[in-house]
T-cell receptor
């Protein structure tokens, strides 16, 4: 069965420091992968997605992610974190290419220190 | 364009009562999803509609949960009777087609069952 693991429940970084959020997936075929961000009281907003092609994907707000098939990973990165990046981040894999159903990880809460 | 609308934003009920949530997807989006997000977890798909037909309701607790999308536009999710463990945020999302693509999420309805 498809699954997504985000090993870090909570991460704290200083403003201006680099960030990497980890995501590991389990999926038998070619995965369709997503990163969403959720600010308090808000719905989920898509940061970026990987369907095929270049394994380094650029997203909004300066985020990028790299798909590594050999490691079953899709880690999210940002070179310099801003205080406004404090939020919860979810990695997801499409459970079915036909229906678009998403399977989410448990999320990583990012805290940014001034 | 207008985003996914949900109401109410917050609801507090006692166990064994009933409750209903409403969702209006982005205009023209054929696919509508209801997710349940329990505190500290990622969203879990409850039911998916393609126009007014059900595509996937495998994780919907059908003894107490029901959902409909009668005219293929807005949708209602109902819980009757509610249990304590139903306390969660209920997220509605929509996408243009039924396939793997970006899902657009509403702000969610936060339910507390006492």
């Amino acid at each position: 069965a498809q699954s997504v693991t985000q090993p870090d429940i909570h991460i704290t970084v200083s403003e201006g420091a680099s960030l990497e959020l980890r995501c590991n997936y389990s999926y038998g075929a070619t995965p369709y992968l997503f990163w969403y961000v959720q600010s308090p009281g808000q719905g989920l907003q898509l940061l970026l997605k990987y369907f095929s092609g270049d394994t380094l994907v650029q997203g909004i707000k300066g985020f990028e992610a790299e798909f590594k098939r050999s490691q079953s990973s899709f880690n999210l990165r940002k070179p310099s974190v801003h205080w406004s990046d404090a939020a919860e981040y979810f990695c997801a894999v499409a459970g079915s290419s036909n229906t678009g159903k998403l399977i989410f990880g448990q999320g990583t809460t990012l805290q940014v220190k001034p | 364009e207008a985003g996914v609308a949900q109401s109410p934003r917050y609801k507090i009920i006692e166990k064994r009562q009933s409750v209903a949530f409403w969702c209006n997807p982005i205009s023209g989006h054929a696919t509508l999803y209801w997710y349940q997000q329990i505190l500290g977890q990622g969203p879990k798909l409850l039911i998916q509609f393609q126009n007014n037909g059900v595509v996937d309701d495998s994780q919907l607790p059908k003894d107490r949960f029901s959902a409909e999308r009668l005219k293929g536009v807005d949708s209602t999710l109902k819980i009757q009777p509610a249990k304590l463990e139903d306390s969660a945020v209920y997220l509605c999302a929509s996408s243009l087609l039924i396939r793997v693509e970006t899902q657009y999420f509403g702000p969610g309805t936060r339910l507390l069952v006492l």
